[in-house]
Structures are given as structure tokens and as C-alpha cells.
């Protein structure tokens, strides 16, 4: 009797770009691919009626909840493309035997340069410099260099580490806050100091977010710890949206309580065009793409369809 296929249902956007290359592997190891239509996400309402009958899941940053795993008896692994599962109810899949995958420091390095691009924007003011002669305007601004700066790294994983890094050889003071002790080898190398959050926000003339989105880490930033920023001070988060209370910082830059900042993630994506954010002219918005590198993408695609058939294969059962 012939082995019945595996269904594996994709809805990761950027898998689905180039699902095609990898449709022959798959069917070889006996999966029927399902295809979603989603732009950014699926949420659980949309997810409930599609995952009844399937094995596998390559998702994105879809809303897994305990309902949707609930409603997918067959299903086994869920392997996610990239890096961040804080959309999966780990806990869940846990107690229902189901496998959670994903590429761990998948996209690092991308997204520490784009940090480092939006720290010399704003020390250096480039953008605003070419406005000026393109329009005719010969002004000449107060700039700062980097090594001049301390910058605030909050969270030094793998892609807080890789700031750090590109800071240090800037020549940059390093505050880090975690609530794990820091490699003392990545200490050394850059000679950064671990602190607490409120010294790391009151000193730092940068601060950077790169912690995972859990409990205690949505709206890690909200207004009081906004005010204890420095007014000269830029805020850059390209970790998840909801770490910060996007309405507080919207007040906080109109006041002119901090400088600016530079957001490539936000509580609801795509940003909504009512957002407060919209209106400033003094806050950089991107749509969630300081981890684009053609490079990491294919280690990415490659490792999610290899996570996907190891908890497919028969010795799995």
C-alpha cells in the first residue's frame, strides 16, 4: 500500500516567492503542498478553516494559537521561516506532541548593519544634508561622530551581539542590558558594560532593541521609561513591534522628548495609515525589512524545508 502524503500547508510570504524551487524535494518526500494567500499574516480566524487536514506548517509569523492547534489533528512540526516563533503557542504544540522549528541567527548580520546605517543617519545627519543641497541650501549642521556616543544595546543575543560588535569598532561606549550574563569573551572584545535598563536608558545617546517578544517584553518601553531617555537621544527597534507603546513614543517624538527614532517593526503590520507615526518628521519607518540579504534568505529557505521533512520522515511517527 502506497504511503499516504504528507499535506504542508505554506504560509510563510517569503517561502511562498520561491516555493516552486523547492515543489519537486518536497513531493519527492511525499508532501502535497497547500498553499495559502496571505500578504503579511494569517490570523487564527483565518488559520482555523485551512489546517484540519495537514501534516506540516511552513509559517511566517502567523497567529498559532491553542485554537488552531486544536483544530489540526494531523499536524506534527511547525517550521517557521526565519527566526522569531513568539506568534506560535509554543506551550500548546508542546503538550500536543507538535514540533516548533526555526533558523536561530538566521539574519544577524543584515540586520545589524541596518542599525549601524540608521545610527550614522542620525549622527551624521546625511539624509537631511542632501535635502538641503538638492534644494538649494548651503547650512552646515552640529554633528556628532560615533565614537563620541554611547550606545544601548537591550538584549544581546545573536543580533544585539552583532550591533556590538560594529560599534565597538566604531570606537563606541557599550552599555548592554539582558537579564542573562553576557559572554565575559564578547566583554572583552569590546569592552562593553553590563547595566540595568534605567542606566542604560538615562546614559545611552542611542539605544537599540533586540530582545525576544514575550510577557515582560511587550511594551518594555512605554512612556515612563520613554521620559527617562535622554532629549538628544535616538530609539532604533528592529526586534518586534509591540516591545514599544507605539501611541507613547508618537508623543514623545512630537514633544521633542527624544530626538527621534527608526522603527522597521511595528504592533500592527502593515502599519496602518492612521498611525501618529506617519505624521513625524522626525522618525525613520520601514516595512520590516532590516533582515533582507539574498544570502541569508537561502540559508533560511534551505534550513526550513530540511527542518520540516526531519519531523515528517516515517522514524518520526
Known amino acids: 500500500m502506497p504511503t499516504p502524503r504528507r499535506r504542508v500547508l505554506v504560509s510563510a510570504p517569503h517561502a511562498l516567492r520561491v516555493i516552486d524551487r523547492y515543489r519537486t524535494e ?16 494569517l490570523e487564527e480566524a483565518e488559520l482555523l478553516p485551512l489546517v484540519g487536514n495537514v501534516d506540516g506548517i511552513i509559517c ?21 521561516w526565519g527566526t522569531g516563533i513568539d506568534s506560535i503557542d509554543c506551550e500548546a504544540a508542546t503538550r500536543r506532541g507538535v514540533a516548533v522549528c526555526n533558523t536561530r541567527n538566521a539574519f544577524s548580520e543584515p540586520v545589524a548593519d541596518t542599525v549601524m546605517g540608521y545610527l550614522l543617519l542620525f549622527a551624521r545627519q546625511l539624509d537631511r544634508i542632501n535635502s538641503d543641497m538638492h534644494a538649494g541650501r548651503w547650512c552646515r549642521y552640529d554633528l556628532v561622530a560615533l565614537g563620541e556616543c554611547t550606545l544601548g544595546v537591550i ?67 512605554d512612556s515612563r521609561r ?35 527614532a527608526a522603527l522597521d517593526v511595528f504592533a500592527d503590520e502593515p502599519l496602518p495609515s492612521t498611525s501618529p507615526l506617519r505624521q513625524l518628521t522626525n522618525v525613520y519607518l520601514a516595512p520590516h525589512t ?6 541569508a534568505a537561502e540559508r533560511v529557505h534551505a534550513n526550513t524545508i530540511r527542518n520540516l521533512l526531519q519531523f515528517l520522515e516515517p522514524d518520526h511517527d
Do not use: W
Open 226 to 260: 520613554l521620559a527617562q531617555m535622554r532629549p538628544t537621544a535616538y530609539l532604533v527597534n528592529t526586534s518586534r513591534g509591540p516591545v514599544i507603546d507605539e501611541i507613547a513614543l508618537a508623543a514623545a517624538l512630537e514633544a521633542g522628548q527624544i530626538a527621534g
Open 290 to 295: 532590516a533582515n533582507r540579504s539574498p544570502a
Open 155 to 221: 538584549g544581546a543575543g545573536n543580533c544585539g551581539t552583532a550591533v556590538i560588535r560594529r560599534a565597538a569598532g566604531f570606537g563606541m561606549r557599550i552599555l548592554a542590558n539582558d537579564p542573562r550574563p553576557i559572554e565575559p569573551s564578547l566583554v572583552a572584545e569590546t569592552g562593553l558594560v553590563q547595566t540595568s535598563l534605567d542606566e542604560l536608558l538615562a546614559e545611552s545617546d542611542f539605544v537599540t532593541l533586540h530582545t525576544e517578544l514575550n510577557r515582560g517584553s511587550v511594551h518594555l518601553l
Open 26 to 41: 518536497l513531493e519527492a518526500a511525499g508532501c502535497e503542498i497547500v498553499v495559502a494567500h496571505v500578504r503579511e499574516r
Open 60 to 80: 511566517g509569523d502567523d497567529r498559532i494559537t491553542s485554537r488552531v492547534l486544536d483544530a489540526a489533528p494531523r499536524l506534527r512540526v511547525i517550521s517557521k
